[in-house]
């Protein structure tokens, strides 16, 4: 059974640091690409972060050079790691996962996605 559990999420002031965590079980982390999406209210998911299984990452524009993701094989957890927080970072996120061959192009289409964390709140707020 995979399961997905993402923490970590809360409340923090403009400028301010998270990390979250995606703890995985139930399928073969090392092998399979990791992500990071997020949900404002009334907006569409958006993709943050991909971890590709071959190591590779690459960042949406609104995450470069903020966030950091990492993906831990032998803890099967994906981090992602968002400093200078902004308003506009608030959001439900959630980790995703799946299994294509790491050169697969345009991560940030959902339906590429096949399995999905519950999600943890993150709100940015003076």
């Known amino acids: 059974q995979v399961q997905l559990v993402e923490t970590g999420g809360g409340s923090v002031q403009p400028g301010g640091s998270l990390r979250l965590s995606c703890a995985a079980s139930g399928f073969t982390f090392s092998t399979y690409n990791m992500a990071w999406f997020r949900q404002a209210a009334g907006k569409e998911c958006e993709g943050v972060a991909v971890?590709?299984?071959?190591?590779?990452?690459t960042y949406a524009d609104s995450a470069r050079g903020r966030f950091t993701i990492s993906k831990d094989n032998a803890k099967s957890t994906l981090y992602l790691q968002m400093d200078s927080l902004k308003p506009e970072d608030t959001a439900m996120y959630f980790c995703?996962?799946?299994?294509?061959?790491?050169?697969?192009?345009?991560?940030?289409?959902?339906?590429?996605?096949?399995?999905w964390g519950q999600g943890t709140q993150v709100t940015v707020s003076s």
């Open positions: 971890a590709k299984s071959d190591g590779g990452t």
């Open positions: 995703a996962a799946n299994s294509l061959a790491p050169f697969f192009s345009d991560w940030r289409i959902i339906w590429k996605w096949i399995y």
